[in-house]
């Protein structure tokens, strides 16, 4: 104890650590420790979340009304932002194409520049990182308020399963929203970047669908849907998880809510990262 | 009939410490005791909102924690359960939210017309007037209603088994003694079984057939308001008396 008091005593050296070498190594496996266990705990949870809704999925538990409802929702509510964002994404990625290839690569190429960077890339990636925005937050908000204002055990209590009655129809909307949105998403940003194209490099509507066409595969249109399915499936999966976690008041919603955009962000771009190599080569 | 088997819980600190006891059929339980002392633990075990490390509760004989999850739905629909802050649904309405008391099957098969019948027949069982508040939204209501809505929502499915967590708290008197009120004439009309966990100790005493005080996790004190108000135990007494508790508080 004496020691401890010293210990906590002693002002931090200069190198902003206390303690000794063996106690700095204890801390630092703590720390590990600590974190493997909330990883642990995070992948626990979203595994029975996982489970449970495929559960009733299959046992054809889920309240249809309700996936249409959160499909509309989802998919025809954001439909302005979507092709707002989807429309500038095609309309930047024209510019600086065009600006890069006033020289001597030909003109045409531009159009499988903006097309390939569209479809593969920008419309999915931008559409996700929309709907983390406008449904991921919400869902999060709205599971943790229910959470922390005893909603979710009144439901249960009530002897409704709340990952039936409001998980699921959310994961199901979303993987059959999202490739929809981005379809959506690849058309706008193309046909945008096109007119951009037109209007900024004077580069025609047949000559940059002929470039688009030089390096275009059919499997790109399904690679990008796919992107949609991976995003739409684990966006809400991820936001419900976060609310269900949620506690300790408004305060609490916040920390979860900013916790929860953070965490699909990071699971977005994860999964945009190790799609190529799973799906390109 | 409803038994605590032996429950620990432990959260950061332990919360339920060995309880043990049972409510008879059609008795109406208060438990009463110091903030923090798991008295809402205590509640939500009851029908499985929180899974003791230790222990077990039976309902009518079936256990809460060692059944599958079809008979604990089944044990859960026989328990109406009232939250504290009323925890009514904020997107649905009062019609909504009374009507989600009922279970889901019967929920489906009911028409429209025989379901406004039974959601009126529970509000009217609270005093309030269906025709005012069945559209309202439950932010449009006072903390008062939205209590009874709450109180309506668990009776709606005709259980056998009311709990009650800090039914009155943040009420004034008023609207505290109309909930006292209601708890009592439901127990006697419908011959529920309740459970009333609160602060309030003049209205528990009032309403209960016996009084529980939970301290530190423990059932300290089990027997009938007379009992407990000639009862010369310090925790007791400082629960009843304020200069009591003034020297309880002095002592800790």
């Known amino acids: ?281 | 009939m409803v038994e605590y088997q032996g429950l620990y819980k432990t959260f950061d600190q332990p919360v339920l410490a060995g309880v043990d006891f049972a409510v008879e059929r059609g008795e109406t339980l208060a438990v009463v005791g110091p903030s923090g002392t798991g008295k809402s633990v205590l509640l939500k075990s009851t029908i499985g909102l929180i899974t003791p490390d230790r222990g077990d509760v039976r309902i009518n004989g079936e256990s809460v924690f060692f059944s599958d999850a079809r008979t604990l739905r089944r044990i859960r629909r026989k328990v109406g359960y009232v939250f504290q802050n009323a925890a009514l649904f904020d997107s649905m309405t009062v019609f909504d939210n009374v009507s989600q008391g009922l279970p889901e099957r019967e929920l489906r098969k009911l028409r429209r017309g025989d379901l406004a019948v039974r959601v009126a027949e529970a509000l009217e069982h609270v005093n309030l007037d269906p025709a005012q508040v069945m559209a309202k939204l439950p932010a449009e209501l006072s903390g008062g209603m939205r209590k009874r809505v709450g109180l309506a929502r668990a009776i709606v499915g005709r259980p056998e088994i009311l709990l009650y967590d800090e039914p009155v708290t943040g009420l004034d008197p008023m609207n505290g003694a109309v909930i006292h009120r209601l708890i009592s004439r439901l127990a006697d009309e419908m011959g529920i079984t309740s459970i009333v966990v609160t602060h309030e100790i003049e209205g528990a005493l009032s309403i209960a057939d016996r009084v529980a005080m939970l301290e530190r996790g423990q059932i300290r004190f089990l027997g009938t308001p007379i009992e407990f108000e000639q009862s010369t135990q310090p925790l007791v007494r400082a629960f009843l008396d304020r200069d009591a508790a003034l020297g309880v508080l002095e002592q800790v």
Do not use: C
């Open chain 1, 1 to 281: 104890m004496e020691a401890d008091g010293k210990l906590m005593q002693r002002p931090p050296a200069a190198s902003g650590r206390t303690g000794s070498p063996g106690r700095r190594v204890l801390g630092a496996l703590d720390a590990v420790g600590r974190g493997g266990r909330h990883v642990a705990q995070h992948a626990g949870q979203l595994g029975g979340l996982l489970w449970g809704i495929i559960i009733a999925t299959l046992r054809g538990q889920v309240p249809l009304r309700e996936v249409a409802a959160q499909a509309y929702w989802m998919g025809v509510l954001s439909l302005p932002i979507v092709i707002i964002t989807a429309m500038l994404a095609g309309v930047v990625t024209s510019q600086q194409g065009g600006y890069q290839f006033t020289g001597g690569v030909p003109l045409y190429v531009l159009g499988s520049v903006v097309v390939s960077s569209i479809v593969l890339e920008l419309g999915p990636v931008m559409t996700a990182i929309v709907l983390i925005g406008r449904v991921g937050a919400r869902i999060t908000a709205e599971f943790g308020t229910m959470k922390v204002s005893e909603q979710i055990d009144a439901m249960q209590s009530l002897g409704r399963d709340p990952v039936r009655v409001l998980a699921a129809p959310r994961v199901i909307a979303g993987i059959l929203v999202v490739p929809i949105l981005v379809g959506i998403a690849d058309t706008v940003g193309v046909f945008a970047g096109m007119l951009t194209a037109s209007a900024t490099v004077g580069l025609g509507r047949e000559a940059f669908f002929y470039g688009a066409r030089l390096f275009w595969h059919d499997w790109d249109l399904l690679y990008s849907l796919a992107k949609g399915v991976a995003f739409g499936f684990a966006i809400p999966l991820i936001a419900i998880h976060m609310g269900f976690r949620t506690a300790g008041g408004a305060e609490g919603v916040g920390k979860a809510t900013t916790s929860s955009v953070m965490f699909m962000t990071l699971t977005v771009l994860f999964l945009d990262a190790i799609f190529p190599p799973l799906l390109l080569n």
